[in-house]
Nanobody, 121 residues
Framework: QLQASGGGLVQAGGSLRLSCAAS????????RAWFRQAPGKERLFVAS????????YYADSVKDRFAISRDIAKNTVFLQMDSLKPEDTAVYYC????????????????WGQGTLVTVSS
C-alpha cells in the first residue's frame, strides 16, 4: 500500500514536499515514481527514482525545480517541489513498479491515493 501526503495550497514561487510511505510490501527493490493529473487531463509522468536511489529521471517541465529522493530504510519516497508554478496544480500520485518504462503510467503496478497540490498565481 502506498500513502501519499504533503499536498496543499501554495503561492507561485513557493515550495512543497510530498511524501509517499509504503507498507505491506517490500518495495525496496522497486522503482518509485510520481505522476500528476490536472482536471480533465491525462496522468503525466513527473519523476522517478530507481531501487537504490542512484538514478532519477524528470519530466522536462519540472527539471531543475523538483527533486525526487528515497529513504530506503523507511520505505518512503519524497518529491521536493520548488519554484512552483500555477501549471503545477494537479493531483499528485505516487507509484511503484518492479520493471518497465520509468515514465509510462501503464508500467506501474501499485498506486497511492493521490494528494492535491494547488498553486495560486
Amino acid at each position: 500500500q502506498l500513502q501519499a501526503s504533503g499536498g496543499g495550497l501554495v503561492q507561485a514561487g513557493g515550495s512543497l514536499r510530498l511524501s509517499c510511505a509504503a507498507s505491506g510490501r517490500a518495495y525496496s527493490s522497486y522503482t518509485r515514481a510520481w505522476f500528476r493529473q490536472a482536471p480533465g487531463k491525462e496522468r503525466l509522468f513527473v519523476a522517478s527514482i530507481n531501487w537504490n536511489g542512484d538514478t532519477a529521471y524528470y519530466a522536462d517541465s519540472v527539471k531543475d525545480r523538483f527533486a525526487i529522493s528515497r529513504d530506503i530504510a523507511k520505505n518512503t519516497v519524497f518529491l521536493q517541489m520548488d519554484s512552483l508554478k500555477p501549471e503545477d496544480t494537479a493531483v499528485y500520485y505516487c507509484a511503484a513498479q518492479f520493471r518497465g518504462s520509468y515514465d509510462s503510467a501503464g508500467a506501474y503496478n501499485y498506486w497511492g491515493q493521490g494528494t492535491l497540490v494547488t498553486v495560486s498565481s
